[in-house]
């Protein structure tokens, strides 16, 4: 499924319709020793795409997406997971072991997740993925995937589009360092990023569970791999299947040798800015975009524990109104009650759930208990709203 896709992506860009370009982490090196990330953006944007997006945002979605699938299926409902990113790998183990096919997780690929967060913020859009990988042209031909991921081209071709241009990388104006992705989502473009990305996720959420993982490269070691699965070798595993020697660094549509794109890969995940938790990033992403599937049943769940904290939130204005004696003290510990609801939710749901609760509390409280001091002065209403939020930013960012 090799056919080239830059006629009809030179088509597109010649268009009235904006064409943005979604590139895959492993872009580094591949245009050039010197050049960076930055550079590619503007030289992208001389070929007349309207803008770029790191494909390495979706990475990070689909840590999240694969590390809830691997929680709540492994050891419940199979034996262990494999990894759904590479599309040659995902195939191939469905084809060799079709009895073991839903063991392969069923999130959304980076390229998909990315595309769609796009076309979510860009309806009219075209999206064209550039990355080092063939197979992402049989896997954006898909049905489910077509509206999403309109061209693929490789790096090798979008080199093409560079040299017929004459794009002079040093003597292009760059922008600022794109901070838009995690170490751990550029990380996927290295054998062994994938897993190790899933882990830390895994870990985040569930501290005291260990995670055991296992790698391969190259289809005739993903095999290998798959049929020590089916022997037991690997039960309570994470397989990490890679297509390509190296993983996506070392893809069939690569210009750079992958053990120096690795390296230069390191030290671009060393430059990101993003290395904190995946609440702060991963789901931030997710709450913004509502992209993907996975953002509905997160929501169902922080909206049902969000609905309990109001109403142990109402429980507490309505009923626990006496102070208690606290050392010969009268103390009031309806406030403290109050805002330990605040911080358990917005830990639990994120900073939007808190926020939500910050807002609503003071309202409610004003009409269960009508307040004298608050009918009189109506601006402390509001005043109380602001206290809680300041408040909820502190263990939410």
Excluded at 220 to 242: I, T
Excluded at 244 to 258: F, I, K, N, R, T
Excluded at 272 to 292: P, V
């Amino acid at each position: 499924m090799d056919k080239s896709q830059i006629y009809q992506t030179v088509l597109a860009l010649k268009s009235e319709t904006p064409v943005y370009a979604a590139i895959a982490p492993s872009f580094v090196r591949q245009f050039g020793a010197d050049v960076t990330p930055e550079m590619v953006r503007a030289a992208l944007k001389v070929l007349g795409f309207e803008d770029m997006v790191e494909v390495a945002i979706g990475a990070d979605l689909c840590s999240l997406q694969e590390a809830e699938d691997f929680l709540e299926n492994v050891p419940a409902n199979q034996k262990w997971m494999g990894t759904s990113c590479c599309p040659a790998w995902s195939v191939m183990a469905k084809k060799t072991l079709p009895e073991y096919a839903h063991y392969i997780s069923m999130s959304l690929t980076p390229m998909v997740l990315t595309a769609r967060m796009i076309k979510k913020q860009h309806p009219e859009c075209k999206v064209v993925f550039i990355g080092p990988c063939a197979a992402k042209k049989l896997e954006a031909s898909r049905h489910s995937v077509r509206s999403d991921v309109d061209f693929v081209l490789t790096f090798e071709e979008t080199m093409g589009l560079f040299d017929a241009k004459a794009v002079d990388f040093k003597s292009l104006e760059v922008e600022e360092p794109l901070q838009t992705s995690s170490a751990l989502g550029k990380g996927f473009a290295s054998s062994g990023g994938v897993a190790q990305a899933v882990v830390k996720v895994i870990n985040e959420m569930r501290p005291d569970m260990e995670v055991k993982t296992v790698k391969a490269e190259g289809l005739a070691e993903c095999k290998k791999m798959l049929m020590m699965a089916k022997a037991g070798k690997y039960d309570g595993y994470l397989l990490e299947g890679m297509a390509c020697p190296g993983g996506c660094v070392g893809g069939a549509g690569v210009l750079s040798d992958a053990r120096k794109t690795a390296m230069d890969l390191q030290k671009d995940m060393a430059r990101s800015e993003l290395k904190r938790s995946y609440r702060n990033t991963i789901q931030r992403f997710l709450r913004i975009n509502n992209i993907g599937g996975l953002e509905m049943k997160l929501k169902t769940k922080h909206i049902t524990v969000t609905a309990v904290m109001i109403a142990l939130s109402i429980v507490v204005i309505q009923f626990i109104k006496a102070p208690l004696m606290i050392a010969g003290q009268n103390v009031a510990i309806s406030g403290a009650l109050i805002n330990l609801i605040l911080i358990i939710d917005t830990l639990y749901c994120g900073l939007v759930s808190g926020i939500i609760l910050s807002v609503i509390i003071p309202v409610f409280s004003f009409i269960l208990t009508q307040s004298p001091l608050i009918s009189a002065v109506p601006v402390i209403l509001p005043c109380i709203m602001i206290g809680n939020i300041v408040f909820v930013l502190l263990p939410g960012l």
